[in-house]
């Protein structure tokens, strides 16, 4: 099945920093989510990025399918920004799941 | 904006007793899904269901894990005796279409098994 690697698994940041998550695919992808796990455990859908680039407030995201790799951009990082961020793509050969990464935890300080 | 919804949020059982997990999926969507994270470590697929039967299932799934559709709103999933490593946060999650539709997540129900 398909590997999700997801760089880095730890980030720290200032409040008011810029960073970049990466994702990165063993195989092409044709439906690629990003999400956002908070303190408390829930998940949240930040994009659903098969291709091209998304932008949503403070955060975007680009997925380059060809070269199987997709980018989260978070702007102007919050403390409230801090949390756990996953990545997940389907598997192949006609299954419907999606396999997750390990995620990058991101602790933004004040 | 439609919300998948999940009860319990939080439960406590003692190893050996059942567990019904109940999920509200968007309510015109045809897939539905249990994923479950044990602490610390990645998002893990369960059970997928359309058309009122699985259609997949992974190997985590045993003869211990059921999932109904027991009307035209509620998804469960149910563990008939749970084991200390059913201790996990599990999350119901529904789709409009399967393969590449964007995957909608409730916010989990943790599970703790004494």
């Known amino acids: 099945g398909i590997q999700v690697e997801q760089s880095p698994p730890d980030l720290i940041l200032q409040e008011g920093a810029n960073s970049t998550l990466r994702c990165n695919f063993s195989d092409s992808v044709n439906n690629l989510q990003w999400f956002h796990q908070n303190p408390w455990g829930q998940l949240i859908n930040l994009f659903y990025?098969?291709?091209g680039t998304k932008q949503n407030g403070r955060l975007s995201a680009t997925t380059v399918a060809t070269e199987r790799y997709s980018l989260l951009y978070i702007s102007s990082s919050q403390t409230t920004d801090s949390g756990v961020y996953f990545c997940a793509g389907p598997t192949q050969g006609g299954s419907e799941k999606l396999v997750f990464g390990k995620g990058t935890k991101l602790t933004v300080n004040p | 904006e439609p919300e998948v919804t999940q009860t319990p949020s939080h439960q406590v059982t003692q190893m050996g007793q059942e567990v019904i997990l109940r999920c509200v999926p968007i309510s015109n969507h045809l897939y539905f899904y249990w994923y479950r994270q044990i602490l610390g470590q990645k998002v893990e697929f369960l059970v997928s269901f359309y058309n009122n039967e699985i259609s997949e299932k992974s190997e985590i799934f045993d003869d211990q894990f059921s999932v109904e559709r027991p009307d035209g709103s509620n998804f469960t999933l149910k563990i008939r005796s749970t084991k200390l490593e059913d201790s996990a946060m599990y999350f119901c999650?529904?789709?409009?279409?399967?393969?590449?539709?964007?995957?909608?997540f409730g916010e989990g129900s943790r599970l703790t098994v004494l």
């Open positions: 990025i098969p291709s």
């Open positions: 999650a529904s789709r409009l279409k399967g393969y590449t539709g964007e995957l909608f």
